[in-house]
């Protein structure tokens, strides 16, 4: 399959510390990637990199073939690779629907005052019918008029991912999506994934601690250990990788 996102030698260092280095990585269109290694193993800042948040050191980075390194993190989700935070980044007193209308503004590079109060009718309601569609989609409909800071923590996070949509990605850049959610939300949340996929094409690249999630959900993972890739391949090979149970678990345990 062709690759859609592609790292070369990507490096960070920072001072005499080595962030990241000279990650090699191919992500097939359509693939759902997962990128995972201990903390401290280069992860978030490997999407940092790709996103444009920082420059490399050294290396690069190749979105449908064409290089994107050194452009602002705007110019590249506008391209369509496209990142979600940890942490929720939501208009917290906006309600739901206002959320997914105000990424859908911003997408089309309007200020932000513009988007927070509109622009001319016929444009607006046309955001709104897309935002509508999006939420319906991910399973929002029946919140659109709730404000978002009193949605429940995996409804926030879902939103997070409408906001997302909002956008139009190609590539979508999950981290840790599951965090701090309870089981059945985390079922909800794989579902989702599973769906932007299936049914939206897009291409998912996930960082993730919970192993379980990853093991279901991916079907490439690249592991990483003080920013160097030690593993890739399937999640039975990366399960069964003794260098990858050493340095993910330790050696007495299994990665599954």
Known sequence: ?????????????????????????????????????PNGAGKTTSFNLISGVLKPTSGQVFYAGEPICG??????AALGVVRTFQRTALFGHFSVLRNVMI????????????????????????TEREAREI???????????????NLPYGYQR???VAMAMATEPKVLMLDEPVAGMNPVETAEM???IRRLRDERGITIVLVEHDMST???????????DFGKKIAEGTPREIARN??????YLGSEESVA
């Open 158 to 160: 879902a939103l997070n």
């Open 1 to 37: 399959m062709t690759a859609i996102l592609k790292t070369v030698d990507l490096s960070m260092h920072f001072g005499g510390v080595a962030a990241v280095d000279k990650l090699n990585m191919e992500v097939a269109k359509g693939e759902i990637r997962g990128l995972i290694g």
């Open 135 to 149: 939420l319906s989609f991910i399973g929002l409909a029946k919140w659109v008029d709730q404000d978002a800071h």
């Open 214 to 224: 990853v093991m279901n959900l991916c079907e490439q993972i690249t592991v990483l």
């Open 190 to 192: 794989a579902k989702l």
């Open 103 to 126: 990424a859908r503004h911003l997408h089309a590079r309007e200020s932000l005052l513009q988007a927070i109060f509109g622009t001319g009718s016929r444009v607006e309601a046309e």
């Open 242 to 247: 003794p260098q990858v149970i050493e340095a």
């Open 71 to 76: 452009r602002d993190p705007a110019d590249i």
